[in-house]
């Protein structure tokens, strides 16, 4: 087991192509590309928004389909 915390993060050439505004450089630029995590935050936000409605959803669906 690592004994030091992990680190999250993600690969901002990739975080480019759906969420360029969030993103400076460019990918094999002379500098390394930067996040700026506060610009993905609502791109975040709204994926976990879906997906809470859809668990509702969901939920709701198994609990017609279980009662007598």
Known sequence: ???QPSEYGVYAHELQTVWPQAVTGEKDGP???QVDYGRITPLLLGALQ???AKIADL???V???ESP
């Open 1 to 3: 087991a690592p004994t």
């Open 31 to 33: 500098t390394n590309q």
């Open 50 to 52: 879906e997906a809470l």
């Open 59 to 61: 939920e709701a669906r």
């Open 63 to 65: 609990a017609r389909l």
